[in-house]
């Protein structure tokens, strides 16, 4: 199996009957190569870069011309291999199966890939954004590029606490979680009545008691998401351009160092988006 789900470069020759792209066209290939639009479907979800399709870590792949979208023309090849996995799934957890608006609060665990873009996707929309991590500096970097409210869960584990104190008793209306098992339990505490939690990475732990009372008597939502169809993609892409969005980029690889990226990100001290430079 060729590894991973992300990637960008460009058109080398096309078959007959394609009309979406020519030669010398930058794209990007869908996580999902069958989930154009509308619901995900057991199908749709067999389609899947990285697993169980091989994946992008290549140097010539061959794709559908329905798989495939264009690279908003702000950004680098570096910047538009980062958009497809992480950037999908955090504009899918707020504007497609979430619903975030001006002045919503929205927490995001950690500060990779997926956290970061939700840092910056949020903002776009008008909201603030609360950023946990265990790195004061990692915080600091965070509040940099926008964030409202930044909280070390290893200096206070139970930070949800904190989320609950800076909104006055509230709650956030969103928070997109990363850890699963480890760290639900506190993001059920952290959101409002009536709010959202957007379970998209399971990084503490996979299985976990849930007490669904609380769920229940406080109107909350729990959804799954797993990326998004060309057709977030492409609204993404949209919003991205108009407002000339870039990726935060972490560290970039030569192909050749690949497992040294895989080492890097297992290790979990990058920012951002981990890019490996296949030519």
């Known amino acids: 199996l060729v590894p991973c789900s992300d990637g960008a470069g460009v058109v080398e020759a096309v078959g007959a009957g394609v009309t979406r792209f020519a030669v010398g066209d930058r794209v990007m290939p869908n996580f999902a190569q069958g ?21 992008t870590l ?28 992480a950037a999908v799934t955090a504009w899918n957890a707020l504007a497609g199966k979430g619903s975030v608006r001006a002045g919503d609060t929205v927490v995001t665990l950690g500060t990779g890939g997926v956290s970061i873009f939700v ?19 990692k915080l600091a970097r965070a509040k940099e590029l926008g964030a409202w409210h930044g909280i070390n869960y290893l200096e206070r584990p139970e930070w949800a606490d904190g989320v609950l104190e800076v909104t006055g008793g509230a709650g956030a209306d969103h928070v997109v979680e990363l850890g699963g098992a480890g760290t639900l339990g506190q993001s059920l505490k952290a959101v409002r009545p009536g709010g959202e939690i957007s379970i998209i990475g399971v990084l503490a732990g996979a299985v976990t008691e849930l007490n669904l009372t609380s769920v229940l008597m406080r109107g909350l939502r729990l959804q799954g998401v797993l990326v998004g169809s060309r057709e977030h993609f492409e609204d993404m892409n949209r919003a991205l351009g108009h407002h000339r969005l870039r990726p935060v980029l972490d560290r ?22 981990v890019v490996v430079c296949v030519s």
């Open 35 to 55: 989930w154009l639009a509308g619901r995900e479907t057991r199908e749709k979800m067999k389609t899947t870069l990285g697993g169980p399709l091989d994946g």
């Open 58 to 85: 290549r140097e010539l792949g061959v794709f559908s011309e329905e798989g495939l979208v264009a690279i908003p023309e702000h950004l680098t090849d570096e910047e538009a291999a980062t958009l497809p996995c």
């Open 119 to 137: 840092l910056q996707l949020a903002r776009l929309f008008g909201a603030r954004v609360i950023v946990t991590s265990s790195s004061n500096e």
């Open 252 to 273: 970039t690889f030569d192909f050749t160092d690949a497992p040294a990226a895989f080492r890097h990100l297992a290790g979990g001290r990058h920012f951002g988006k």
